[in-house]
């Protein structure tokens, strides 16, 4: 099967397709620079649509991952993110109906409010920023475009990725941030009393390649969070990191956000549906991350 890849060179994106080649898929990407080693096509998903329908050709699969992720730089530039992350999925869209390919988008977390308890996929999608709306968006192109031109879609909404490839991003990619500040002896500052679901890329890539599959043999309009399903406090994270990386750092509580602001999926539809749980126990995971972040960022 040959896959388009777009956003391929972001952690996702290399995780993604380092899985897809190991499993046999000729792989084709697209976006502005190339990936090392396989088939690329230069374009840009927001402008590009006559390019991105030529790299989709002869494509059985689109995996949709190019975005931008920052939710605090998204409120300084909301009409860019919806241009990007809701614009450049529907111009996807379009190339996938042309190809005759089924379609994976990389939704986030970011579509859920924050709330004590788990996130459900029924549960009524509420963001709190651009960036989560410009998600909500394409998330909806891709039902219309199940419904209206019978391209099978498949939603994922990612919770807190992290492993190697990740940089910090501004005030996002907080295992990132804890990782260097552990490395480089600075306090880890806590900053909110709430829990997220940190999930290894690993698992995310492999939950991309199991909906593909699933969407080639069932067909429609599926969601699924992909995630652990396990809630770690920010604090429990950073404390885990000082402890993995032997670290002097000491842990600073600067909390401006209170208990039950969480982010943690229900993954019991994924399991029943894709048979998909994750495999990689969040300190395997971080010791992971931060043997590659001692190896490459020192």
């Not at 956003?7 to 046999?24: D, E, M, P, S, Y």
């Amino acid at each position: 099967m040959r896959v388009l890849v777009t956003g391929a060179t972001g952690l996702i994106g290399r995780h993604t397709l380092a899985l897809l080649q190991a499993h046999g898929h000729a792989v084709r990407t697209f976006q502005r620079s190339p990936a090392p080693g396989v088939e690329y096509v230069a374009g840009d998903v927001r402008s590009d649509r006559a390019a991105l329908c030529h790299a989709a050709d002869g494509c059985a699969a689109l995996v949709h991952l190019a975005g931008r992720g920052d939710v605090e730089e998204s409120r300084h530039d909301p009409a860019g993110y919806a241009e990007l992350n809701a614009g450049g999925a529907l111009h996807a869209l379009e190339a996938a109906r042309a190809a005759g390919a089924v379609f994976v988008l990389a939704s986030s977390q970011r579509v859920y409010p924050l709330k004590p308890g788990t996130c459900r996929e029924a549960d009524p999608p509420a963001p709190d920023s651009p960036y989560g709306y410009a998600k909500w968006v394409a998330e909806v192109w891709c039902r219309m475009a199940s419904e209206q031109f019978d391209v099978p879609t498949r939603v994922l909404r990612f919770f807190s990725v992290y492993g190697p490839g990740q940089q910090a991003n501004g005030g996002s990619g907080v295992v990132s941030i804890f990782v260097r500040a552990a490395l480089d002896g600075r306090p880890l500052v806590v900053q909110s009393a709430g829990r997220r679901d940190f999930t290894d890329a690993r698992d995310v890539a492999r939950g991309i390649l199991i909906a593909v599959e699933h969407a080639q043999r069932e067909g429609g309009h599926h969601m699924f969070n992909i995630a652990t399903g396990a809630g770690t406090t920010f604090g429990e994270l950073a404390d885990s990191i000082v402890r993995l990386a032997d670290s002097t750092s000491p842990v600073e509580l600067r909390l401006r956000e209170a208990e039950g602001n969480d982010l943690v999926a229900d993954t019991s539809h994924a399991r029943e549906v894709l048979g998909f749980s994750t495999c990689v126990r969040l300190a395997d995971g971080l010791e992971r991350y931060i043997q590659w972040t001692r190896q490459n960022c020192s």
